[in-house]
């Protein structure tokens, strides 16, 4: 009886936020029962149990209220058994609301444009890889496949130093080209922008040159604790880690961080369980966390991606979409691009140099 109410209720949620946010955010919430006025609910992780009583527990509340009218309270608890003590009013508290959604004229830091120069000084700093300050959160665009990856990314970036780690480490799974790299390094120019946090951002090349390059110098003991040293530590490209002493190395700082309660996001091209090349308990210990998969572009968010890199770089002035394809014409006295005189072949005519601007 109660599986089926909850089936109901499902169908009624699916349908007032949509097939997107539902399969983001409620595809893996569960029933554990009803009592009197009460409703409990369970999911895997803090992440979505915090994301989802801050952002869609009336909605939960009111789907339920259709259903059965006596219900007055959702109570949302987190599956393992080593988080479910948390109880359910800590998430909601403002003060995560307000890093999730900043108000009050208060607009969280990872939200500028551009990144300044004592951040990317700080982290250089720190021994840190060199980072693109296009990588922002502004400037990143979101879709269907990535907007979990991305709230996941926007939650870590607005902690705060003595936070509780809701998720621990972030790992994120990608093929080439769609937005990891970008969202770490996001997350490293968002956290280095106030004094609170250190936040360091290696490549896993560069993890390996600076653990070998310190055992020939004979600095492996300060090299350590300078990483032990770190607020948030985000690795990208963790497929690329080689070496069993430089794998026993990581896997000694990442269990060092995380059992110290410091943040660890990491990226890689395949989920955890894939990466043949590290040992059993590296990988064990990478799907501990919160693994978050980016999928393929769909055509709306590769025309929005398209739009935002146009903007950046040239005057738009016009951007037309013919049979799944895209160009873009523009003009200015120093145009970066030359529009192409002859159109695709889909059967479209092509745009008249003289078009004027729209």
């Known amino acids: 009886m109660e ?8 169908g009624r949620l699916r349908t007032s936020v949509g097939e997107d946010v539902y ?7 569960d029933l554990e029962g009803v009592q009197d006025e009460s409703v409990h609910l369970s999911v895997p992780t803090r992440f979505l149990k915090s994301w989802i009583q801050a952002h869609y527990a009336d909605r939960v509340l009111t789907c339920w209220q259709a259903e059965m009218p006596e219900v007055h309270r ?19 508290a403002p003060a995560d609301q307000r890093r999730i959604e900043p108000t009050n004229g208060r607009h969280a830091p990872e939200l500028r444009a551009t990144a300044t120069a004592p951040v990317s000084a700080s982290h250089d700093a720190l021994g840190g890889s060199p980072l693109d300050p296009r990588l922002t959160f502004a400037s990143f665009v979101m879709g269907r496949s990535n907007t979990l990856a991305h ?29 990891k790299t970008h969202l770490l390094q996001a997350v490293t120019w968002a956290g280095n922008s106030g004094s609170e946090r250190k936040v360091l951002y290696l490549t896993a090349e560069k993890f390996m040159y600076g653990f070998v390059a310190a055992l020939k110098t004979q600095t492996a003991l300060a090299f350590k604790e300078a990483l032990r040293g770190i607020d948030v530590l985000v690795i990208d490209d963790l497929q690329f880690l080689q070496g069993k002493s430089t794998q026993a190395e990581f896997c000694h700082t990442l269990n060092a961080l995380i059992d110290a309660g410091r943040q660890v996001v990491i990226a890689a091209d395949r989920p955890p369980s894939d990466l043949e090349s ?37 005057p738009i002035m016009r951007v037309s ?6 160009w873009i014409i523009w003009r200015a006295r120093s145009p970066i691009m030359a529009a192409t005189s002859k159109a695709p072949s889909t059967g479209c005519s092509p745009i008249p140099s003289s078009t004027p601007s729209r």
């Not at 983001?24 to 919430?29: C, I, L, N, T």
């Not at 959702?74 to 109880?87: E, F, G, Q």
């Not at 902690?159 to 093929?175: E, K, S, T």
């Not at 979409?321 to 895209?326: G, N």
């Open 23 to 29: 399969t983001s955010w409620f595809a893996r919430m």
């Open 321 to 326: 979409t013919c049979r799944k394809r895209c």
């Open 151 to 179: 709230a996941a990314a926007r939650q870590v970036a607005e902690g705060r130093r003595g936070d509780p780690v809701m998720f621990n480490p972030l790992y994120i799974h990608a093929g080439v080209g769609l937005g």
């Open 278 to 314: 590290l040992d059993d308990r590296v990988r064990s210990r990478l799907a501990g966390g919160l693994v978050v998969e980016m999928g393929s572009l769909g055509e709306e968010l590769r025309l929005g991606i398209l739009k935002s890199r146009v903007a950046a770089a040239a």
């Open 74 to 92: 959702i109570d949302l608890t987190v599956r393992t058994a080593m988080r479910s003590a948390a109880p359910a009013k800590e998430v909601a």
């Open 3 to 10: 599986q089926d109410r909850w089936s109901r209720v499902k």
